[in-house]
C-alpha cells in the first residue's frame, strides 16, 4: 500500500487475513506522516506493516531518525524493507539499502527483521554480477548485526527464472525466508507498464504462458497460471521457505478479494 491507501485498506480489510503482512512504500510525492499514517492502519487492523526505507529520498540521518521514531512510537518498527530508490542521485548520505543496514539506527529503533529487494528477470541498470555481489554483503552484514532477513522478489510473468533464481539463492547458502514478488490481478496495459519501468521480461511466449494479451491491451489478467506452475514446481528440500508478495496494482480491495476466491476455487 501507499500512504494514500489508508480508506482503501479500511475497505478491503475483511477480505485480508488478520497478521498479513502489508508492505508500505516510499514514494516521493509523499510525507512522513502520510507513511506513518499508513503503517498505523495497518497495525490497527491487525496486519504486520512493513514500511519501505528508501535511502536515496533520505535527505539527513536526522530525517531516517525521525521516521524511525515515529514507527516506533506506532508500534510498527520491527519489519522494515530497505531499498535503494528511484533517485539516480542520493538526496543525503545514504547511497543505497547497504548504507543503510550498516549505519546502526535499525536496531537502535527497534528494528529486527529486514527485508531486502531480489530480482529474477534482472534488474535494468545493474549487471548479475553486481546483483550478486550486492545481494551476499546485504546477508552478510544482516548476520554481523543480528538482524533477522528475508528476500521480497520483483514482480514478473515467468516461473523459469524464479525458479532458477531461487536455486542460486539456496546454491550460495542463503537459507532466508523467500517472497516471490506477483503482480495482482490489474489491466494489461498497465502490468506492460510497470514491466517495462522495472525491467520484466514480457516476450510473446511469456505473455502466451502468463495469460497476457498482447493485443487486447484493455483487458485484465490475473496471476493464476503463474502461482499454479510455482507451486507444482515448489520443492521444499531445495526452495526452502516461499512465499507470495502481492503488488497491488489493480487495487488493495480487487487484490485481496482474487486471492480470497482463489483459495476457495482451489
Known sequence: MTGKDVENLHAARD????GTRINVTFLGNEDLEMRLAAARAARAHGFVPVPHISARRLGSSEMLEEFL????DAGACENA?????DPATPEGPYEDSMSLIRCGLLERYGVRHVS???????HPALDERALWSAFDEKFAALAQRRLAGSVLTQFGFDVDPVVTWIE?????????PIRVGV??????????????????????????????SLTSLMSTAGPDRFIRELADRYDAGRHGE??????????LQATSEWIADFRTAG
Request: glycine share 20%; proline share 7%.
Open 183 to 212: 503482480p495482482g490481478p490489474a489491466g494489461v496495459k498497465r502490468l506492460l507498464s510497470y514491466a517495462k519501468r522495472f525491467g520484466v521480461g514480457t516476450g510473446a511466449t511469456i505473455a502466451k504462458k502468463y495469460g497476457l
Open 81 to 85: 524493507m530497505v531499498v535503494a530508490g
Open 116 to 122: 531486502v529487494s531480489g530480482y529474477p528477470d534482472g
Open 168 to 176: 542460486a539463492v539456496r546454491g550460495r547458502g542463503v537459507d532466508a
Open 15 to 18: 477480505s485480508i487475513p488478520p
Open 242 to 251: 516461499v512465499k507470495l508478495h502481492f503488488y497491488t496494482f489493480g487495487g
Open 69 to 72: 521514531a515515529g514507527l516506533r
